[in-house]
């Protein structure tokens, strides 16, 4: 919450919301592969497209990774990333702010009890030791707030083991036996497994997918200064099913585009908006 005030003050040299000039409209982005390259920090660029942008409409992004992973990828040391998104939704939106300010929040743990999670994590854990692939390295499973995310190859791989454990999933589909198997096996707890990013899936209650976010955007119609956004387009790269951006964009109340990179993004975005 201590960045509420510096995140304000950023956001006060933009109109109020209900003063952009296509007020009904918002843009959502996922994050890796769509605003920056995956695990890395965003381009100068695509922040000040963003920027230009965010004086038409209202923007924000949606990424099951936290905080803190978004404010190393799209802050900077100045700015939290709070000041530079009208929205910003951290796991899936169960961590949120509008206008820098926290909204309420949603605990994974609390959903699904403390002998659930151990009978799963223990399962997971064995699998991966059991799991024959070229490297493995650390953090294995990361719980969030909202979710737990799994790695079979571990969030504590370079960027170069990164690539190279996600041409040899393409070939061997590691992640996507894993989740089968996962899918089988605890049916009884009303989870999704959602394939995203190069290395790693999430884990969350069914329904906790990235429309989660979307619940936010719909209660700024009932806001004190209203807002009804007629027009919710989505950004993201994993959009086909069984990708984490699937759900978003197959949504009836979004208007999905498909994008291949931050480059992309940025073309699209430039065609749509007169950039």
Not at 26 to 34: A, G, Q
Not at 72 to 94: H, I, R, W, Y
Not at 208 to 226: F, G, M, R, V
Request: hydrophobic share 40%; glycine share 6%; aromatic share 10%.
């Amino acid at each position: 919450m201590a960045a509420a005030a510096p995140a304000a003050e950023a956001a006060a040299v933009y109109p109020p919301l209900s003063q952009r000039p296509i007020a009904n409209t918002v843009c959502l982005f996922d994050v890796d592969d769509t605003l920056t390259p995956a695990r890395r920090s965003v381009s100068p660029q695509m922040l000040s497209l963003l920027s230009s942008l965010r004086h038409k409409v209202a923007i924000g992004y949606i990424s099951g990774s936290d905080l803190i992973k978004q404010q190393e990828q799209l802050g900077t040391p100045s700015l939290p990333v709070t000041s530079l998104f009208d929205f910003c939704f951290a796991e899936n939106g169960l961590t949120a702010y509008r206008m820098g300010v926290q909204l309420a929040s949603q605990s994974f743990i609390q959903w699904i009890g403390e002998e659930n999670y151990k009978r799963m994590v223990n399962f997971m854990l064995h699998y991966i030791a059991d799991m024959d692939i070229p490297v493995k390295r650390g953090t294995f499973i990361e719980f969030r707030n909202g979710m737990v995310n799994v790695s079979p190859i571990g969030r504590n791989a370079t960027v170069e083991e990164r690539h190279a454990f996600n041409a040899f999933d393409q070939t061997h589909k590691v992640r996507e036996k894993f989740v089968a198997v996962l899918r089988e096996k605890f049916a009884d707890l009303g989870l999704t497994f959602s394939i995203g990013g190069q290395i790693s899936f999430d884990v969350f209650p069914t329904g906790w997918d990235k429309t989660y976010c979307l619940q936010h955007i719909q209660a700024e119609a009932q806001a004190a200064d209203p807002v009804n956004y007629t027009a919710i387009h989505f950004f993201g790269d994993k959009t086909a099913k069984g990708g984490n951006d699937y759900e978003i964009f197959e949504d009836p109340r979004t208007i999905g585009h498909t994008v291949t990179s931050p480059e992309d993004t940025a073309k699209q975005l430039r065609e749509l908006f007169d950039l």
